[in-house]
Each structure stands twice: as structure tokens, then as C-alpha cells.
């Protein structure tokens, strides 16, 4: 097992497979864009299919989520797919995506072993799609909502970051438009992983302030927490149910006490935590050829000195200098 002091076991693995994106939204990145990864550091299909073995067939991993940047544009996601889905013990295999080209690829996807998506999208403005994410492909991403679900990757699931004066009034015509169509919707707290480090708490919009706004025009009910188990969101049902959204209170609500989950960056290393500021380098032991028995434990070794907290409250805390498109959602 991946088993921290702390007694937390990883079971939820996190693997960026690229750290370029086609959308330059700016709580993650500048407009002009970051300095990419050059294609030789970045793990081939091969060695991200052999980490992934590793950590299916011998450490306990029981969902692996792939991630970017954006993984769509990851010309061998399919095959990736395929090949995770096909290991035994089978695990779940699920996308976060921005949406764009989701509705050219979510049949294949699907049929590859995928079982569900979550896709970003902050507005149903069109304007305002603009503003944040400096390109016009809103259309796009609600094609791509669409063909997910008509692919059946479901719950297809929206996740949501309010920013303050941009789209902070758009909590409740999100849910609408979500519970119209049965997507499940998730609001997230913005959190201090941008590239240009401009994240502030006075500006981050609160869970309690997302709650409150949505109680203003929805009945919200605690969701049973014991289905909640290790899930970053706070569950409530819509009006009595069953229609539920979620609420990630990552800053002010934190929930590292029943964390499970590790991420694989694109190059090839492991973080015990999505703010850590320290990695174990599995790519370099790969290519120096590496068995699986020491991989796995190296494996082992990063993920036991986890902390026991985030310690975004810390006075000490200090930001990753990773963004969060260059270690994977």
C-alpha cells in the first residue's frame, strides 16, 4: 500500500500527461502562456502505462484520474486509456478536461475504458469565457459537455471556480443549467496554485459565501457524509434531491485528514500532495533502468513522508512553484 504516518492510504492516482493547455485561464496561467515541457522530459505512453501497472498491480491504486494541462491534446490518450482500463485488478479510469475536442473524442474514449469525465467550465457567458479563459471556445466546451453524456460518461461532472466581479454571480444559473441537463456540479474554491502567484484569500470566493448564494433561490440539504468517504466535496441535495452539488472548500474547508490521493506529473514525478514543494523523481529511475520492485518503493518512500496538512493557514506556507497545470488537477 501507499500508506503516509498518518495512516492515510493513497488509493486515487493523478497522472498529468501533458502540462500544455489550449486555454489560458487566469487563475492558472498568464495570457501569452508558460514556458512548456520539452517533449524529451515527458513520459512516453510506455512509461506512463508502466507507472500506472506499478501502481495498480502492486500499490493499491483503485482509480486513476489523467489530467493536464489539457489531456486531450495528448495525441495517445485513447491508447492510454484502453491500456489502463485492460490492467487487473481493473481500475476506474476517469478525465479532468477543459472540454475542448470532447466532442470528437468522448465515443472513443468511452469505448477505450473511460468511465467518467469532469470538465471544467466558470461561465455560460460567452463575454465572460473571453475574459477568463482568453480564447472564444465556449460553444466548444457545451459541445463537449454534450457528447459526453450522450457517450455515457456519466455523472458527467462541471467543476466551477467563482472569481470575485467576473462571474461570482453566476453560482445559481450554473446549477439551473446543470440540474436542466443531470450534470452534477461542483463549485470549487480558487486556491494558490496560479503561474503568476497573484492568488489572495480577500478575493477567493468562500464555500460559505457559495452556499449562501445558493441558498438564496435553493433548498440545500447536507448529503450523507459517510458517502462522502474521501471525496474533496461537501455533497448537498438540491431541493430535497436527488439532484446534488458539490462544494470544494480545499482553502477554508480543508480535507487532508481523509486524503487518498497522489499525483504523477507529466515529467515524471511524484507528489504526495497537490501543494507539496518537494518531489521523488520516478522518470530518472525508469531510465536508468529501474526495476518494478524499486520503483515501487520509491514509491512507497514519497508518499510516507506526506504531511499531515496542506498548511495553506500556516505563516510559513509557501506556494508551490509548480502551477496547477503543470501538476495535474
Known amino acids: 500500500m501507499l500508506q503516509d504516518s498518518f495512516g492515510r492510504v493513497a488509493t486515487d492516482l493523478r497522472v498529468s500527461l501533458t502540462d500544455r493547455c489550449n486555454l489560458r485561464c487566469s487563475y492558472c496561467m498568464p495570457p501569452e502562456g508558460l514556458e512548456w515541457l520539452p517533449k524529451p522530459e515527458l513520459l512516453t505512453a510506455d512509461e506512463i502505462v508502466r507507472l500506472v501497472t506499478i501502481g495498480v498491480e502492486r500499490l493499491g491504486i483503485t482509480e486513476v484520474r489523467y489530467t493536464g494541462g489539457e489531456p486531450l491534446l495528448r495525441r495517445e490518450l485513447t491508447d492510454i486509456v484502453s491500456r489502463t482500463a485492460s490492467l487487473a485488478p481493473a481500475p476506474q479510469v476517469s478525465l479532468t478536461t477543459n472540454g475542448i475536442g470532447l466532442s470528437r473524442t468522448a465515443a472513443s474514449l468511452a469505448a477505450a475504458g473511460l468511465s467518467r469525465v469532469n470538465v471544467s467550465l466558470d461561465t455560460l457567458d460567452r463575454e465572460t469565457f473571453k475574459r477568463l479563459a482568453h480564447r472564444d471556445r465556449l460553444n466548444d466546451v457545451l459541445r463537449g459537455l454534450e457528447a459526453a453524456d450522450a457517450a455515457g460518461l456519466r455523472p458527467v461532472k462541471i467543476n466551477t471556480v467563482l472569481m470575485r466581479g467576473i462571474n461570482d454571480h453566476e453560482a445559481v444559473p ?32 468562500t464555500a460559505d459565501e ?54 504523477l506529473t507529466a515529467d515524471g514525478q511524484i507528489r504526495n500532495c497537490l501543494f507539496a514543494t518537494d518531489e521523488s523523481d520516478l522518470r530518472a529511475a525508469m531510465r536508468s533502468g529501474a526495476d518494478d520492485d524499486e520503483i515501487a518503493e520509491r514509491w512507497r518512500s514519497a508518499v510516507r513522508i506526506k504531511k499531515a496538512g496542506h498548511g495553506i493557514d500556516d505563516p510559513s506556507f509557501l506556494q508551490p512553484s509548480r502551477p496547477m497545470s503543470a501538476i495535474g488537477g
Not at 436542466?180 to 470566493?205: C, K, S, V
Open 174 to 205: 450554473l446549477l439551473r443549467y446543470c440540474l436542466e441537463r443531470g450534470y452534477e456540479l461542483r463549485f470549487i474554491e480558487q486556491m494558490p496554485l496560479d503561474a503568476q502567484h497573484g492568488w489572495t484569500r480577500e478575493n477567493m470566493i
Open 210 to 263: 457559495i452556499l449562501a448564494r445558493l441558498r438564496e433561490d435553493f433548498r440545500l440539504t447536507d448529503d450523507d457524509p459517510v458517502e462522502r468517504g474521501s471525496a474533496p466535496a461537501e455533497g448537498f441535495l438540491v431541493d430535497g434531491g436527488p439532484a446534488r452539488v458539490g462544494v470544494i472548500g480545499s482553502v477554508t474547508r480543508p480535507f487532508c485528514g481523509a486524503c487518498d490521493r497522489v499525483r
